[in-house]
């Protein structure tokens, strides 16, 4: 007994072995039955069952994949999108500007705002053209908007220009529909008004305000502003009129310099649709 | 010999296998998380337990993978028999023993599973098993290292 248990015992795992192997071929070559099909479906359906919670940590970690993939991919649109928006302005912007150049017969130059050194205070930009492409003290500069202001001073290769916020100088403006004349200046923060208008002047809210061309800086019929308000002070050296600049002087980003400004020429510019006051 | 703990284990490993393993492929290559259960048995146990559960976990492979019944349950069930025949459970607790036979051990299962693919497929075995089966045979081996040298493992007696 004792010795048939020693033999058995180190062939048992022989034995196991050769079974295991032989029902695994058996199966491998004959199991391919439907209703060995069918128990693997179903079977297959059991573990499925049982793995369902797991396949939710699996669902969890998709879902932050995608989340994490949507992210990235919303920023990459988001920065596409603000690209492409910031094209279509600039192209607006073009247009508006090659429109205005083709119409103007005036000599000018383009230029891009490289800086704005004292906007906020002083209201004066910074070109990046200057002497070399024909730049002078006191060209004038404008955008199709209307008059920007003159450049104070210049460089070979970029120049300054002081704006009407915040100027030291006045400009020969008049009322296109009064033909009435005077003097536009700035008098405070974001306000301007026009000095020397008689008492009793046609004036009126809404009226628009071109350049007259006195003084040989500036050209005559530059589009300047439009008067917002009319007070009730009558003192003709305050100024008794408010007037708002088209120009947005802190969002400039491209601007012309008239180049070589020729009373003849801007005498009969048509380019703001203005008459000769 | 308590078998249900074991059976326990290789029930979960089975589980996870079955829907968290696609998580961990890597182009054509996908470690089994099964294989190296059968290699720890075997060397732990002895032959007839890793036979055993070779048999039992190779057929549920094959139940709910894509191979032929009877395929993955013949190759775990060769290697889980070879473990428990060649080593004992005092080698187990040196890493290059358990390295090398799992690697052995996952090489055979890839070798039958793809030579069973070529011979349907009508591919050549080679390029297959230069592609996935030896890839998929180091991955295997190299989460089995991982497991091991991990707090997760804990031999009996340590």
């Known amino acids: ?33 439907p209703a060995v099909t069918s128990a693997k479906r179903e079977i297959g359906g059991i573990i499925a069952y049982a793995g369902k919670p797991v396949g939710l940590v699996r669902r969890s970690f998709g879902l932050w994949k995608e989340n994490n993939d949507l992210r990235a991919r919303a920023m990459t649109l988001s920065h596409e999108n603000a690209e492409l928006r910031d094209a ?23 230029a891009e705002v ?6 906020s205070v002083g209201g004066r930009i910074l070109l990046d053209v200057g002497r070399r492409d024909g730049l002078r003290l006191n060209s004038a500069v404008l955008t199709p908007d209307g008059l920007v202001g003159k450049v104070v001073e210049v ?45 009793g002047e046609d004036v009126r809210v809404g009226d628009l305000v071109l350049t007259t061309g006195a003084g040989s800086v500036f050209p005559q019929n530059v ?27 802190e969002s400039l980003e491209e601007v012309f310099v008239v180049t070589q400004p020729d009373r003849a020429e801007m005498k009969d510019s048509l380019w703001t649709g203005g008459g000769r006051p | 010999m308590s078998y249900l703990t074991p059976a326990l284990i290789a029930l979960v490993l089975l589980i996870l296998d079955a829907s968290l393993g696609g998580l961990l492929t890597l182009g054509p290559v996908r470690p089994s ?53 060649l080593w004992h459970e005092g080698a187990f607790r040196i890493l290059w023993p358990w390295g090398t036979f799992l690697f052995a051990g996952a090489a055979f299962s890839e070798l039958v599973a793809h030579y069973l693919v070529s011979r ?9 098993l230069l592609v996935s089966g030896l ?24």
């Open chain 2, 33 to 85: 998380l099964t294989l190296p259960f059968v290699v720890y048995v075997g060397l732990l146990r002895g032959a007839v337990p890793g036979t055993l559960f070779g048999a039992a976990l190779g057929l549920a492979t094959d139940i709910l993978g894509a191979l032929p019944l009877g395929a993955t349950s013949f190759a775990y069930c060769a290697v889980g028999f070879a473990c428990g025949k």
């Open chain 1, 155 to 199: 460089s070979d290769h970029s120049s300054l220009v002081q704006t009407l916020q915040g100027n030291a100088y006045g400009v020969s403006v008049y009322i296109e529909r009064s033909r009435v004349a005077g003097i536009l200046r700035w008098v405070g923060a974001a306000t301007w008004t026009i000095v020397g208008l008689s008492t």
């Open chain 1, 1 to 33: 007994m004792r010795n048939s248990a020693l033999l058995f015992t180190p062939r048992l795992d022989w034995i196991v072995f050769l079974v295991t192997v032989g029902f695994s071929l058996t199966l491998l070559f004959f199991g391919k039955g």
């Open chain 2, 135 to 158: 890839p998929g045979a180091l991955y295997t081996t190299v989460l089995g290292l991982l497991w091991f040298l991990s707090p997760l493992h804990r031999v009996r007696g340590t």
């Open chain 1, 223 to 249: 589009r300047v502003g439009v008067v917002t308000k009319v007070t009730g002070q009558h003192e003709a050296n305050q100024g008794w009129c408010q007037v708002q600049p088209f120009v947005r002087f």
């Open chain 2, 120 to 128: 349907g497929t009508g591919l050549a075995l080679g390029p297959l």
């Open chain 1, 88 to 110: 279509a302005l600039e192209n607006a912007r073009l247009r508006a500007m090659l429109d205005f150049r083709n119409r103007c017969p005036l000599p000018l130059k383009s």
């Open chain 1, 114 to 119: 490289v800086g704005f050194p004292g906007l």
